[in-house]
């Protein structure tokens, strides 16, 4: 029996690598498209109901966007630039996501739509680029 289980996991670790790396393209991609929305800047809905000011709404956008191309981009740098940029996605993702918690969604806290939300996906997958950059 343990000769299955080793076939088994020996099997799976020749695609070890798909799980950072579809973790990565959707990440990247959500936050180019959130980024994208928000677009012609200032994003009204981020001065209008969160009473931003234009360039703090505008470097909201920026941010989402330019991250989420960074985060991909970067999985392609197998050097110490790509293990970096990595990681400062990563930490701009985890900022980011916790400034949306407290600005968007305080009533959020320990509820079940917390736990239902993209939003938390997001800030978990930021905090794996962060702690984890680009180690496979």
């Given at each position: ?88 996605a ?19 806290f ?27």
């Amino acid at each position: 029996m343990n000769n299955i289980f080793k076939k088994f996991n020996n099997f799976f670790l020749n695609f070890e690598a798909l799980g950072p790396l579809s973790l990565r393209i959707i990440v990247g991609v959500a936050f180019i498209i959130y980024g994208y929305g928000k677009f012609p800047l200032p994003p009204q809905g981020l001065t209008e109901y969160f009473g931003l000011s234009p360039f703090i709404a505008s470097m909201v956008a920026i941010s989402e966007l330019s991250t989420g191309i960074i985060l991909i981009v970067a999985n392609f740098l197998k050097n110490s630039l790509g293990h970096t940029l990595t990681r400062l996605a990563g930490l701009n993702i985890v900022v980011l996501m916790v400034c949306i918690f407290f600005v968007a969604h305080r009533d959020w806290f320990v509820t079940k739509q917390l736990f239902t939300s993209i939003q938390l996906f997001l800030l978990v997958g930021g905090f794996y680029f962060l702690i984890k950059g680009n180690k496979v």
